[in-house]
Structure formats: structure tokens, C-alpha cells
């Protein structure tokens, strides 16, 4: 059963580019105290796919550096600005393409490599709005109202989803199992775990 994981990066520091902020050692920290969680959880990670923000680069280098496996990185430039339902369109091509194409270091792309366990390596708001979102089943969607959709959680997993209602605290994740990355939709992802540093 694929695993997604969705993280939000290590605490940054302050840069005169919002994308080149760069990991305090606090950051650093929290993301080696999470790769050994992931690890505990999920065992290795086939794909993460991280935006082209310094931070959220770096929050990867530090996981893998705590002993996190990350056999492929994505480095997709647009996750920084487009949001959940452009990352969730993303995570649904990954059952069509598996990451030919997107990944070029790895020889065995061409061959369709099954993403299996993904990470994805992101910001607030995307990263609660998109796991509220799939945690939650559609017929509970608030209607627009402003609220978050996950304010309407129901049902397993809502006790687990409650505790990120109000967002991710810097490098939190989220773990859940999906029936195929083609069928991401609302309240179609059982929320495993929520890890904190």
C-alpha cells in the first residue's frame, strides 16, 4: 500500500529572499530527530520530492545525514508556490509515470520505478491544508465558509488529523496510506501517524 508522508521544513533563519532561507541549527535538529521517526514509521523512502527552497533542500540533506534512506529526490520547483491541489495533481501523475522524467540521476527511471513511500518536503499552509484535505471525506467538506477542510473531520483518523487542525509546527509530518497515488481525493488517505520533533 503506497505511504505518503507530508512534512513541513526545519525551523529557518531569516534571508533577504523568502526561498533562500536557510535552516537554523534548530532546523537541523528537528529534521535529524524526524528522519529517525520516518524511519521507525515508514522504513525508507522511495521519492522525496522537496520544493526549490533552500530550506526545504536542506531539511532533506539533514534527514538523509540522520540515516534517512531517500533512494530518488524530485526537486519541483513549482511546490513553493502552487499549493495543495497542485501538489495533490503531482502526487496523483505518480501512478501514470512513476518518476520517469522527473527524476534524471536515477539509471533505472526509464524502467518505471514504483514510488511506494513518498516524501514530500513542503510549507505551511500547503502541507496541513493538503493532509486535511485528504483525510477528510469529501461529503464533510465545510462548505465555503472559510474554514479549513480539516475542521470537518469524522471518523478514524479525525483524533490523530485534530492535533494539526491549526497547521504544521516546523518539521512535523504527517503519515498515511493511500489506495494508489491515481485515487488521491478527499478522505482518501488513513492518517498512521503524526510525527513530531
Known amino acids: 500500500m503506497p505511504t505518503l508522508v507530508l512534512m513541513r521544513h526545519g525551523e529557518a533563519g531569516f534571508a533577504a529572499r523568502d526561498r533562500a532561507r536557510p535552516l537554523t541549527p534548530r532546523g537541523r535538529e528537528e529534521a535529524a530527530s524526524q528522519a529517525r521517526a520516518i524511519a521507525r514509521v515508514v522504513g525508507g523512502i522511495d521519492v522525496a520530492i522537496v520544493s526549490e527552497a533552500t530550506r526545504t533542500r536542506q531539511t532533506l540533506v539533514a534527514l538523509r545525514s540522520a540515516g534517512l534512506a531517500v533512494a530518488r529526490v524530485w526537486e519541483e520547483a513549482s511546490l513553493y508556490a502552487r499549493g495543495g491541489e497542485g501538489l495533490l495533481e503531482t502526487l496523483r501523475g505518480l501512478d501514470r509515470c512513476g518518476i520517469e522524467g522527473a527524476v534524471r540521476e536515477s539509471a533505472d527511471a526509464e524502467g518505471g520505478v514504483k514510488a511506494e513511500a513518498v516524501l514530500v518536503v513542503g510549507h505551511e499552509p500547503t502541507m496541513s491544508t ?14 465555503s465558509r472559510g474554514r479549513a477542510p480539516f475542521r470537518a473531520l469524522r471518523g478514524s483518523g479525525a483524533a490523530r ?10 518539521a512535523m509530518a504527517v503519515v498515511g496510506h493511500v489506495e494508489s497515488w491515481s485515487s488521491l481525493a478527499p478522505g482518501r488517505m488513513r492518517i498512521v501517524d503524526v510525527l513530531r520533533p
Open 161 to 170: 488529523a485534530d492535533s494539526f487542525r491549526y497547521g504544521f509546527s516546523t
Open 130 to 143: 493538503l493532509a486535511g484535505l485528504l483525510a477528510t471525506r469529501e461529503k464533510d467538506l465545510p462548505e
